[in-house]
């Protein structure tokens, strides 16, 4: 079988648990072959990047990893990527010691993942020398093939000629990519984060003329004191917050005054759509007001980041979704490798709560877990300044703990410690570092008297915050200080979306198990803050609003504090009426598959299609799924792995995006297919599960904007859920019989 040649980037997409029939359909993948190699390439790649060949055995069906190896995929992917990192960097190559490595010459063996092995299960890779440090992985060995480097190096097999189809496949990919960008107007797919969409080429004063009288009352609204800008999916809150902004730069103008605002966002695909929006609006150039992620905004003005740019160390993530997410795998392999190895001798002191966390078997748990520690890290000892070295434990167990902060005795905190060391030591070996590490450093900086005089010029006089619910407490500290006037509280505007918490947009229905928050009190520091609530929603239609509605009735609020809840009964559509939403019920999943085939048939003429699977741990038969519609030539797929694929999306009128429900907020689609929903109905589910489930539900209806199509399979799944069936019964929904096979 021919080599697979990969990349680093490739790699950490592959990781996330794509299916290998899905790489096509995938959005920032591509897949290219010669007679000599396959390639799978990402993105941004380009001719300079370090290669990562995977030699395959003759046969092999499973494409990326070794056939026994298979249901860990993901782990062994991960540690792939890992092991690349660490070769790339300038120096002796050093590995974990749970990993167990042994070297040869150039040949390194370790073990292939930290998941537990029955096949013990080790790497044979060569780390080719020079500056790219390219990466052959050639075999593994396992408890019934064992085998030595020196044996493996006597007769070693030809190593393949990486370079001779490399620049073809490159700019094959390249010239791939940049069709998909620059496709003609006539077929563009429009998926803005904006909950309005500005394509309609409206002026600021058309805006204005059309927005609710809701919005109208945050957009014309004193400044003297910060605003929370509340409201479910759909209310319009990043346009009220746009428009807000700009009528104050207009107003400061128009009185003759200087003024400057900051829009500060999570992510960067959402940074761009409100710059592109403010730029669509007619104004011209609006130079007083600034767009960034936060990240950025950190890098611009720390001193460490602005006056040293050759310091070597690479930030994992380009803003703190993503940022975020890679941070959550890196604590996962030192979680997994800790357990495994040295935790023996430490769950005897530690507190009984930690200890069952620590012992759990359960993947979710796992998870949430690491959510814990990721808060604990950067929020916590991060924030604090606490950086690895003598007496630095002491000076963490001295930090007075808050009510949001992971519940800790002692010797919980030197286990946490332990971790945040070896979790510091694996970064530093790469030379890697993250957004909460720089952002930990700019707190410092905004903290001192250098900055509390610079920020009279570089500060800002209004600052917004848009998916406010998203930034933990590290982020929502820096917003305090970038305010000019240190005279008055802070005046900042904070767009809040009720139905949603950081850790689910990050680990979905594992935030269950967490027992840290974000819910540090956001008028922190802020003096009296307004309230403003939305209720009128722009973007679904009155029927699929009612379903919302009767949904969210159906679960208790998130633990997010009285201070998030919205008052449903209150909220009303501005849309025309629409079609039903509809229920279909297969037999079996097999069956639910044909449904859906069926809708998207039906549907992909009409406009912009989504698939929103609810149960992310079915992602697997969707992607396949998403895979076999893509190949069949008649529709354009794009899956999204991640929040920070919406970036990498091929814009087309028509076409399915395949994604999980938490991964697709934000988005909006004409019409939106729902499925993969587990059996609710019986003992198995926690309650936890149930109101977690019920609200990724929630999430994936309110994507549509004028059709709601709801599919469930009886043998496999359970049917459909009572708040689904209870719909139905209040003509809700329209039910109807699905596939029988």
Partial sequence: MKPLITTVRALSELATGLSPDAVSSSAVLFEFSTEAAD??????????????????????????????????????????????????????????????????????????????????????????????????????????????????????????????DWPLAITASQEYFSEERTQPADVEMSLPALEQSTTKGWSYQQWLEAVSNEQ????????????????????????????????????????????????????????????????????????????????????????????????????????????????????????????????????????????????????????????????????VIGAAAIFPGAGADLRYFQLPRASWMLPLSRDDQRVVFELYTRYWASLDERSLTTSDQVLADFLIHLSTNTWN??????????????????FNPLERQVLHYLTRDTSVYPRVFMAVDPRQSPSEAFI???????????????????????????????RFTPQILELIKHVHHEFPTLDLGHEWDIDFSRVESAQADGAPPYLISAASRVGEEDDIVRAVQ???????????????????????????????????????????????????????????????????????????????????????????????????????QREVRVFVNEDDDGGAPEVLLRARNNQLMESNQGSRL
Avoid: C
């Fill in 39 to 164: 390639f799978i390439l990402s993105v941004d790649d380009d001719e300079e990047v370090q290669r990562v060949v995977l030699m395959r055995e003759q046969n092999n069906k499973e494409p990326f990893v070794p056939e026994h190896l298979v249901s860990l995929r993901r782990e062994v992917l991960s540690r792939m990527k890992s092991f690349a990192e660490r070769a790339r960097t300038p120096g002796p190559l050093s590995l974990p010691k749970q990993w167990h490595q042994y070297k040869h010459n150039n040949l390194i063996a370790f073990r292939a993942t930290s998941k537990k092995d029955a096949h013990e299960s080790r790497w044979v890779t060569e780390v080719i020398p020079g500056q790219r440090a390219d990466i052959i992985f050639w075999t593994t060995t396992t408890a019934d093939n064992k085998s030595t480097l020196e044996q493996f190096d006597s007769r070693r097999p030809t190593a393949p000629d990486i370079n001779a």
């Fill in 216 to 379: 109208r009352a945050f957009i014309e609204a004193e400044t003297e004191k910060s605003i929370r800008l509340r409201g479910p999916a759909g209310s319009g809150k990043t346009l009220a917050l746009t428009l807000k902004a700009i009528r104050e730069v207009l107003h400061a103008r128009a009185a003759g005054e200087d003024v400057r605002v900051l829009i500060v966002t999570h992510s960067w695909a959402l940074a761009a759509q409100i710059s592109d929006s403010i730029d669509s609006m007619g104004l011209g150039l609006l130079q007083e007001i600034d767009v960034f992620p936060l990240l950025e905004l950190a890098t611009m003005i720390s001193p460490q980041y602005v006056q040293d740019e050759s310091s070597g160390f690479s930030l994992i993530g380009e803003d703190s979704l993503s940022g975020k997410q890679a941070q959550l795998d890196e604590i996962q392999e030192v979680l997994d490798e800790f357990i495994n190895g040295d935790w023996i001798t430490y769950k005897g002191k530690v507190s009984e709560g930690l200890r069952a966390r620590f012992d759990s078997n359960d993947d979710d748990e796992r998870r949430a877990l690491a959510w814990d520690l990721l808060i604990e890290f950067g929020s």
């Fill in 453 to 470: 005089r610079a920020r009279r010029v570089q500060g800002y006089d209004l600052v917004f915050v848009d998916e406010f619910h998203l």
């Fill in 508 to 538: 979905g229905l594992a935030a269950d198990g967490t027992r840290s928050t974000s819910g540090v009190p956001e008028d922190d520091d802020l003096g009296e803050v307004a309230n403003f609530e939305l209720t009128t929603v722009h």
């Fill in 602 to 704: 039906d549907l992909y003429p009409s406009g912009r299609l989504a698939l929103a699977v609810v149960d992310f741990r079915q992602w697997s038969r969707f992607s396949r799924l998403a895979s076999r519609i893509g190949h069949s030539g008649k529709f354009h797929v794009s899956t999204v792995t991640g929040r920070s694929d919406i970036e990498g999306l091929g814009y087309r009128r028509r076409g399915l995006v395949v994604g999980t429900a938490e991964h697709l907020a934000g988005l909006q689609f004409d019409a939106v297919l729902v499925a993969g929903i587990p059996d609710l109905n019986s003992s198995t589910p926690t309650a936890n599960e149930r109101i977690r489930y019920l609200s990724l539900l929630y999430l994936a209806l309110s994507r549509a």
